[in-house]
């Protein structure tokens, strides 16, 4: 059970996949309130499901989650600010929860007992990106396929989409909060990008914003990954 | 740029999908039994129909689920879809319906 | 701009009424049609020849290549057809006494990874042993052959290296269809536009002859080089060809003055360019992923292919697209031509050139003469015919023909 010994561990030795950059997240980020918020949630539970619907299997897991599983693309069951569901496909769901909830996988794993199904520890898998404010969507119309307008996006949707070209776990957590899961193998070039996408909402601010942008914020180019990694050599946020 | 609707996640960009040819050809059942010509047909032959083709494609960066459309290839239109699955999709046209050296 | 193009001949040729009979009826009127009757006419004697052509003369894959040639195939087989056909490039412009621009300023075909070095020279030390000029060239042997290609290890995929065919280069493909055409009609052959063959006419498995737009049209022998329409033709007279047909597009941006001097293609980043004769910029990359017969294809295939261009070539960045296209380019899955006897007797097929025919066009036109001439393949095209694909003696140049040229 490597999974599991893996998100248990100490909390001293994680790692945030984005620390470097925590830095000039939080950079584009002030003064608040601002017209685009970054910032990285690391460390969150993330449990992958496999079962089909109408079997006893997906009643049993439904029913351990308490919150039900979802049943079409887009839906979330649960609540974002604890125990969520989102659909990743027609027999697959992922859980995400807080930062310290792996006690789910076990419980899961009985619940599905002998029944054709899956219960895997994903917590390694993906990052959170949470990207705020009202030029968000904004942000997010440069690079995502999908149509984000409230009218097929409302708060509370999911999909897995692609955000430039790295395949994402999009979510709609609060009406002007977007959840950006990429892969943590993909997760600086992610975070990459948007530090990017966002600079001329930045700089377009109405309130005199951009003559307060710091250095790191004018700078165009993407801070090269040796030297980042030396200015903040220890997430700045753990669990 | 096709917009291509995925059976369970509605109309998505093509670059949410990749490619699988044609649909609805079946491994043999006993590859021994086919002769050199009748190997070659099922490895190397696939329908090549200019207008309504049945193929297979996955939406490998949305739901990760192949499925089977019935797609023009001169106007790439596509005409219908279907999750995955051994019957030909409806609106297939008959003479593009014979899958190679595949059924035993 | 840089090279003011030749004068344009007054004539070129007639415009017959097709006959009711030929010796022999090739289908399709583009790069290999028109090579195939030059040399049925100035190798075998056979000059009661037609090429019929569904829509005007070169206006399919001919009108839309990117004009690379080059000889550097991997296996023996290739290497020996593609650089017997860059030798006939050579000669070509003198024998058909029109200067089509056949510039051989040298093709980089780069590598950016450590596999890619590695097949990259194992291609150099083939091509060598099959008597192909190539070498392989350090980074900054690279930027001396070109000096605008970004050779720094800023990118995200460093050049390491190129194998370099100085003999490579580019032509002008509209010019090359009308030498040929010229010449063609000179010795009696009639081109034969707006008309399409619409079935075949057989006397048991013999074929003798075509239903066209205009008319029955018999023939003791018919050739098809339709290119990306290859497997619906060849279905109407009973002949299945493992070809897939995918639309493949270029682009050319506006004119330029001369600041690109070789053809530089690189397979890892997905992308190759050249200049023009006239100054535009000419990109390409790969295939659509889908079966498609509908000259065109996505953008975000451009975009994709203008992004490793603008990397490798960071003055290209504000380079304007002007043009776009597609064509319909007809695969095989060892990436290899098909010319070859059929199983219906006295019809020949040629095709499966894919992305990567138009330097084929000389050595496809002369080895498919002499299979239909004597009913018997040239020694060069022997390995190319459609029993490969039944007796496993595939000739896989993915990694040679790797980005579509
Ligand atoms: C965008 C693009 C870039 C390319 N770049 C390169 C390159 O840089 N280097 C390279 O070597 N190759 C390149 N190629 C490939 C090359 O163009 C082709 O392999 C080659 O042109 C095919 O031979 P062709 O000239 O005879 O084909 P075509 O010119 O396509 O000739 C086939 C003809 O058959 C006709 N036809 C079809 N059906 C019928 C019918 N029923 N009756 C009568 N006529 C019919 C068509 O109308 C067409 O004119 C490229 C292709 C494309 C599309
Ligand atoms: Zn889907």
Redesign the interface.
């Known amino acids: 059970m490597a999974d599991i010994l893996f998100t248990q561990g100490p909390d001293e030795l994680k790692r945030a996949p984005l620390a470097p950059l925590h830095r000039r997240l939080e950079e584009v980020s002030q003064p608040a309130p601002s017209t685009i918020r970054l910032a990285e949630r690391p460390f969150t539970t993330q449990i992958g499901l496999r079962a089909v619907p109408d079997t006893a299997a997906h009643r049993s897991l439904a029913e351990t989650l308490g919150v039900g599983l979802p049943d079409r693309v887009g839906e979330v069951t649960g609540d974002a600010a604890d125990v969520a569901v989102l659909w990743l496909g027609p027999d697959e769901f992922l859980v995400v929860a807080p930062p310290n909830r792996s006690e789910l996988v076990p419980l899961l794993q009985e619940a599905l007992g002998a029944e054709p199904g899956q219960v895997v520890d994903l917590s390694a898998n993906r990052t959170i990106i949470e990207l705020g404010g009202s030029s968000a969507r904004d942000v997010l119309d440069k690079g995502v396929p999908a149509d984000l307008h409230p009218r097929v996006f409302p708060t509370g949707t999911a999909v897995t989409t692609t955000l430039g070209p790295a395949a994402v776990l999009l979510w709609r957590a609060a009406e002007e909060n977007w959840w950006i899961l990429p892969r943590v193998s993909f997760a600086e070039y992610t975070a990459q990008w948007l530090l990017d996408a966002v600079r001329e909402h930045r700089l377009a601010a109405p309130d005199g914003v951009s003559d307060a942008v710091p250095d790191a914020v004018a700078d165009p180019a993407p801070a090269s990954a040796p030297d980042s990694r030396e200015e903040a050599p220890w997430p700045a946020t753990t669990a | 740029m096709m917009l291509i609707p995925c059976p369970h996640c509605g109309p998505r960009n093509e670059t949410e999908f990749a490619y699988g040819g044609q649909a609805h050809v079946s491994h043999p059942e006993d590859p021994h039994a086919l002769d050199d010509a009748a190997w070659a047909r099922y490895l190397f032959y696939r329908e090549n129909p200019k207008g309504l083709f049945a193929e297979r494609w996955v939406h490998s960066a949305g739901c990760r689920r192949w499925f089977n459309a019935v797609r023009n290839t001169v106007t790439y239109e596509v005409q219908s879809v279907e999750p995955i699955g051994p019957r030909p999709p409806g609106g297939r046209p008959a003479e593009s319906t014979t899958s190679e050296g595949g059924h035993a | 701009m840089a090279v003011p193009p030749p004068e344009h001949p007054d004539f070129l040729w007639r415009n017959p009424e097709p006959k009711s009979s030929y010796d022999v009826v090739i289908v399709g009127g583009g790069g290999h049609g028109l090579t195939t009757a030059y040399y049925l006419a100035a190798h075998h004697g056979i000059t009661n020849v037609a090429v019929v052509e569904r829509g005007w003369l070169a206006g399919g894959n001919m009108a839309r290549n990117t004009a690379i040639i080059r000889s550097n195939y991997l296996w023996d087989e290739s290497a020996a057809i593609y650089e017997q056909s860059l030798k006939l490039w050579e000669q070509l412009p003198e024998e058909l006494d029109y200067d089509f621009l056949f510039s051989q300023r040298g093709v980089l075909n780069l590598a950016h990874t450590l596999g890619d070095v590695r097949e990259s020279r194992r291609r150099v030390e083939a091509n060598r042993l099959n008597g192909v000029d190539a070498e392989w060239l350090s980074p900054e042997e690279v930027q001396d052959v070109c000096p605008i290609i970004n050779t720094g290890d800023d990118i995200r995929y460093p050049i390491m290296g190129a194998t370099y065919q100085p003999r490579a280069g580019i032509a002008k493909h509209d010019h090359v269809a009308w030498a040929l055409a010229r010449r063609c009609d000179e010795l009696g052959v009639d081109l034969i536009q707006n008309c399409e063959v619409t079935g075949f006419l057989k006397d048991g498995n013999r074929v003798v002859g075509v239903e066209t737009t205009q008319g029955r049209i018999h023939a003791g022998k018919v050739g098809l080089a339709a290119a990306g329409?290859s497997?619906?033709v060849a279905e109407m007279a009973g002949v299945?060809?493992?070809?897939?047909?995918h639309p493949l597009q270029a682009l050319v941006s506006e004119l330029f003055e001369p600041v690109h001097p070789t053809v530089v293609m690189s397979n890892h980043v997905h992308v190759y360019v050249s200049q023009a004769h006239k100054g535009e910029l000419v990109l390409g990359a790969g295939i659509d992923?889908?079966?498609?017969?509908?000259q065109r294809g996505?953008?975000?295939v451009i975009e994709d292919q203008m992004a490793a261009a603008v990397e490798l070539f960071p003055m290209f960045g504000r380079a304007h697209v002007l043009r776009t296209w597609g064509g319909v380019v007809d695969t095989?899955?060892d990436a290899s031509p098909i010319i070859s006897k059929t199983p219906v007797d006295q019809l020949y097929v040629n095709c499966g050139w894919g992305t990567g025919g138009f330097k084929g066009t000389p050595a496809s036109g002369m080895t498919f003469a002499h299979t239909i001439a004597h009913d018997e393949p040239h020694p060069l095209n022997v390995p190319f015919s459609l029993e490969r694909?039944?007796?496993g003696f595939l000739i896989d140049e993915h990694g040679a023909a790797g980005v579509a040229h």
């Not at chain 3, 992923?289 to 509908?294: A, D, E, H, N, P």
């Open positions: 329409h497997s619906q299945r060809l493992p070809i897939q047909s992923q889908y079966v498609g017969y509908g996505g953008f975000h095989t899955l694909f039944e007796t």
